[in-house]
């Protein structure tokens, strides 16, 4: 089995987040964005790569939306009311109650700029009927082979993870993340989980992020710069997410410096925002939620609604304006109005993607910008860059990666160059295989089947049977030597390593169990058998000196007048000291070692024994010896111990001549 990613969007840049996914049968779209930088066909992910025949109520098994961000949800009014997707869409509770609100806010920018945004009130009032919301970490049943999950991710209020298990494969979508809390929202948090795909975004592929109190300072000490000298501060943003988090910052800050600037939303949509941030309290960060009895830190005193006859008024001001990046709608106007002034300051506090006037400020320090081949506008202002963005960067992605140790991992929503580099530490420093999918391309990642199987009495009464092991310890045993003996006893370790050997029966219809094997056999009505090798190889000797001029005895005529004991005790001893695994037992004139026997042989012509490899009968000494399959390595090492030990017999031997 498989998991198929195709990437309609967000595959090596960043903007139009989704990504098709099939696993084991089910096709799950996760995000549905659009690209804030164009207003042609690219705006759109390409759906007729789903169905051609634009059938994608068969062609998906559901939607899951991360979070509100247009980059992550912009299309979906489109895919279902225009192209007709009738399936279900999951999301958490706060994304389905603030997406209509960003939804509408750039339909009516589109309305302004006399664009065709593709989607009326209506339509995204009928697409959020089909939304069915999640809380985090609960376990939605799709149907009966696919499960869901959510797990809460930072970034924006209400962003998630989210978790997809169909059998025995499972994978994770992060969208937007961040895994360090700000102001008014927590770190990303997930359950450590077996999975054989990750897909994450690396917005900060390479980037790692100072301390956010420096950000902070930074950031405060040029907007105060700016309004104590007379001039007009505009911080493009989003209504939602990061607007929020930068006015807790100038509320504190303008509270304690007790400054009387007055501060703006450009719209009613914030505030109305701010509404659903006061009630969706829970999904905030921990110091938020701990002093929300006594504090609501969306109260905010000194932030007021903006009217658009206050553009050209006199006088210093911070105006939030939506939306961000500068990619049309009131941001840009009054980005037309207050570039010209040297006093002024254009503060860009998060990622501008490609294509907005955003991004174009931030390459450089341009003088003039062209907005279409009729419209230039001259750039005198202060231009700041600094990121509050809430995405996480290099050391957080890298950190969640080796947390959850998929198996494969995706990069998503970056920048190509970035996106490669962050690709090679992966595999690297956390030996994942990674991809960096381009939009349009698809991805196999193969998945891991697991059998679930019974298991019968036989098997399990097998698996509690001690497997005592005996090997010697490098430790010397001291019990038995007394303070003055200089011949230490080395100390016997044993050790029970259980190993659970049993048969796996898998038949038609039936369900897979393990099995002892000597089940199989009564299954099968056979006869155990069992298959023993058996080799008679030679053992030299030491050659004894000659007293007189007669001939001293074969080594044959030898071994009939010593006790084969005395030789068994002698080979036992050998492989004791050169043998440290294995159970080795002196049986008297047989020796043992798990299932190798060993004998003295006293056959002229025994079966098992090689006569070609002896030059000279009357110097060994021959053994026969017998093992099972399961000992093969075991006993081919004991007798190259043999093969290279020469028996003692001088001294040992009592010859009367």
Not at 347 to 361: D, E, F, N, S
Not at 480 to 494: E, M, R, T
Request: charged share 20%; proline share 4%.
């Amino acid at each position: 089995m498989a998991i198929d990613c195709l990437v309609l969007g967000a595959g090596q840049e960043v903007g139009k987040s989704c990504v098709v996914v099939s696993i084991n049968g089910k096709r799950i779209m996760f995000d549905c964005g659009m690209h804030m930088g164009y207003t042609d066909s690219r705006r759109y992910p390409d759906f007729s790569l789903i169905s051609k025949t634009g059938d994608f109520d068969n062609a998906l098994t559901c939607v899951i939306i991360t979070h509100f961000h247009l980059d992550h949800i912009g299309a979906l009014p489109y895919f279902t009311e225009v192209c007709g997707y009738r399936g279900p869409i999951y999301m958490t509770y706060p994304t389905k109650a603030l997406a209509p609100l960003m939804l509408e806010d750039y339909r009516k920018n589109m309305d302004r700029r006399g664009e065709d945004g593709q989607f009326t009130s209506d339509h995204i009032t009928e697409c959020m009927k089909k939304v069915i919301p999640v809380d985090l970490k609960q376990t939605v049943q799709v149907d009966k082979d696919l499960q869901i999950r959510a797990y809460y991710a930072g970034h924006v209020l209400g962003a998630a993870m989210f978790y997809a298990k169909v059998g025995d494969a499972a994978m994770v979508y992060t969208g937007d993340y961040n895994m360090t809390p700000d102001r008014h929202l927590g770190a990303a948090q997930i359950d450590r989980l077996q999975l054989d795909l990750l897909i994450t975004e690396s917005t900060y592929a390479t980037t790692i992020r100072d301390s956010r109190y420096g950000r902070e300072r930074e950031f405060l000490k040029a907007v105060h710069n700016c309004v104590a000298a007379g001039g007009k501060v505009l911080i493009p943003t989003f209504a939602l997410g990061r607007a929020q988090e930068l006015c807790i910052l100038l509320e504190d800050y303008w509270e304690r410096m007790n400054l009387k600037v007055p501060i703006y939303f450009s719209s009613g949509l914030t505030i109305q925002a701010n509404m659903y941030y006061k009630m969706l309290i829970n999904w905030t960060s921990q110091k938020i939620k701990e002093t929300y009895a006594t504090h609501n830190a969306f109260d905010f005193k000194n932030v007021q609604n903006f009217d658009r006859s206050l553009i050209n008024a006199p006088g210093p001001c911070v105006l939030f304006a939506t939306p961000g990046m500068i990619s049309g709608g009131f941001s840009l106007e009054v980005f037309m109005q207050w570039a010209p002034s040297e006093i002024n300051l254009i503060t860009l506090p998060g990622y501008c993607v490609a294509g907005t006037i955003g991004h174009k400020l931030m390459s450089g320090k341009p003088t003039k910008i062209d907005l279409d081949k009729d419209t230039q506008v001259d750039v005198r202002c202060q231009i700041h860059q600094l990121s509050f963005s809430p995405h996480t960067d290099a050391k957080g992605i890298m950190d969640l990666v080796k947390f959850l140790s998929p198996k494969h991992a995706i990069l998503v929503h970056g920048e190509k160059p970035k996106m490669a580099t962050l690709k090679e530490r992966i595999q690297s420093e956390l030996g994942i295989q990674c991809y960096c999918p381009a939009n349009n391309d698809t991805v196999t990642i193969p998945t891991t089947h697991y059998v679930k199987a019974d298991a019968l009495d036989a098997f399990i009464k097998s698996c509690l049977n001690p497997n005592f092991k005996f090997s010697k310890s490098s430790s010397v045993d001291k019990s038995y030597s007394g303070s003055n003996d200089s011949k230490a006893i080395p100390g016997l370790q044993v050790s029970d390593e259980r190993v659970a050997e049993g048969i796996l029966v898998v038949e038609k219809g039936k369900k897979a169990k393990v099995i002892h094997q000597d089940e199989l056999l009564h299954m099968l009505g056979e006869n155990k058998h069992e298959v023993q090798f058996a080799y008679c190889f030679p053992m030299r000797t030491e050659r004894l000196e000659k007293t007189r001029s007669e001939d001293l005895p074969s080594a044959d005529d030898l071994l009939c007048g010593l006790d084969k004991c005395t030789l068994i005790s002698l080979l036992s001893t050998k492989l004791s000291n050169e043998l440290s695994d294995g159970n080795i037992q002196d049986l008297g004139e047989q020796l043992q070692v798990e299932s190798f026997c060993l004998s003295i042989c006293l056959k002229d012509n025994c079966p098992h024994r090689i006569s070609d490899s002896v030059q000279n009968d009357s110097e060994v000494v021959f053994c026969c010896c017998s093992w099972s399959v399961a000992d093969e390595m075991l006993a081919w090492k004991i007798i190259s111990i043999m093969n290279n030990y020469t028996l003692p017999l001088e001294g040992r031997l009592q010859v009367h001549i």
